[in-house]
T-cell receptor, first 107, second 125 residues
Framework: DIQMTQSPSSLSASVGDRVTITCRAS??????LNWYQQKSGKAPKLLIY???SLQSGVPSRFSGSGSGTDFTLTISSLLPEDFATYYC?????????FGQGTKLEIK | QVQLQESGPGQVKPSGTLSLTCAVS?????????WSWVRQPPGKGLEWIGE???????NYTPSLKSRVTISLDKSKNQFSLKLNSVTAADTAAYFC??????????????????WGQGTTATVSS
């Protein structure tokens, strides 16, 4: 299985801040990387696929980059509704493994 | 738009079988999508369990492969998860999801774009 490692595990930030979350794959996955947002008690929501393509309806303050083994999710200016847990997932090969998650909290 | 809804017993006895169903509305399960199950133990991260294509082709995570079956019921427009020989470690929220294929710069990518709300399954005697 491909292991996905996110950092940091948790992050405190303020409304208006720019934040970056990192995801590293245990082997090259090209651009087969998704990002999801999960709010407490809710289902995950697909934000980004193919490492940098914004899912329809997702605000442009979210962006993704990277290829190979190293990827980032950036939120350019945090809004109150962005405080949630974020997961990366590789779709290079099954099983489609997730990172352990990054919890974004209000400072 | 397509909606997914999980259902099933909230409690299962140890060594028993967990059976969940995901009803698909607003679209056909025979469309070109992968239909998936993901679980999340309390307070922990997401674990991909497996998926089934409308043709019946399946993929499972190796750690659960010996205990899991995902199947389609096209007449009811739903798909199901069965997990055998459950233990307390199988206690989790279970989500069903639709896997879609996206084209970007001539390459095809995969992402789970529609999710059910999730259902909690507790393994307890």
């Amino acid at each position: 299985d491909i292991q996905m490692t996110q950092s940091p595990s948790s992050l405190s930030a303020s409304v208006g801040d720019r934040v970056t979350i990192t995801c590293r794959a245990s082997q090259s996955i090209s651009s087969y990387l998704n990002w999801y947002q999960q709010k407490s008690g809710k289902a995950p929501k697909l934000l980004i696929y193919a490492a940098s393509s914004l899912q329809s309806g997702v605000p442009s303050r979210f962006s993704g980059s990277g290829s190979g083994t190293d990827f980032t999710l950036t939120i350019s200016s945090l809004l109150p509704e962005d405080f949630a847990t974020y997961y990366c997932q590789q779709s290079y090969s099954t099983p489609y493994t997730f990172g352990q998650g990054t919890k974004l909290e209000i400072k | 738009q397509v909606q997914l809804q999980e259902s099933g017993p909230g409690q299962v006895k140890p060594s028993g079988t967990l059976s969940l169903t995901c009803a698909v509305s607003g679209g056909s399960i025979s469309s070109n999508y992968w239909w998936s199950w993901v679980r999340q133990p309390p307070g922990k991260g997401l674990e991909w369990i497996g998926e089934i294509y409308h043709s019946g082709s399946t993929n499972y995570t190796p750690s659960l492969k010996s205990r899991v079956t995902i199947s389609l019921d096209k007449s009811k427009n739903q798909f199901s998860l069965k997990l055998n020989s459950v233990t307390a470690a199988d206690t989790a929220a279970y989500f069903c999801a639709r896997g879609s294929v996206y084209s970007s710069k001539g390459v095809y990518y995969y992402g789970m774009d529609v999710w059910g709300q999730g259902t909690t399954a507790t393994v307890s005697s």
